[in-house]
């Protein structure tokens, strides 16, 4: 298990009055069931267009993270794309794929 940081940013904004309401960026760590470098073959279409894959962390169940969260793994900050596993062998087991992403290019 290794621990990782999801950090979710609300954009400030005006209130009714015009008054300026500051951003907000809410951070929660989690514990990661595994974190692998890069990606798997299944998910290769994910680092294309200038994003490249550095970690595939994996999750055992199911964790308040979205597709316009960040993550924190190792020290550095990531975008992230989230998937919903399923169990090919109809047991019913549930899990979180994300794959952590940087621009590149």
């Known amino acids: 298990m290794e621990k990782v940081t999801r ?5 400030g904004g005006h209130d009714l009055n015009g008054d300026p309401i500051p951003s907000t ?3 929660k760590t989690m514990r990661a069931r595994a974190v692998a470098p890069g990606t798997s073959k299944p998910y290769t279409d994910v680092g294309r267009n200038g994003e490249t894959v550095e970690y595939t962390v994996y999750f ?29 062998f109809g ?4 899990g979180i794929v994300v794959e952590a992403t940087r621009k590149v290019g």
């Not at 047991?91 to 549930?94: D, I, K, L, S």
């Open 60 to 88: 055992t169940r199911v964790v308040d993270i979205a597709d316009r969260d960040l993550l924190e793994v190792r020290g550095r900050t990531y975008t992230v794309r989230v998937a919903d596993w399923i169990s090919p």
């Open 25 to 27: 960026e809410d951070r």
């Open 7 to 11: 950090i979710r940013r609300s954009p």
């Open 91 to 94: 047991t019913g087991r549930r």
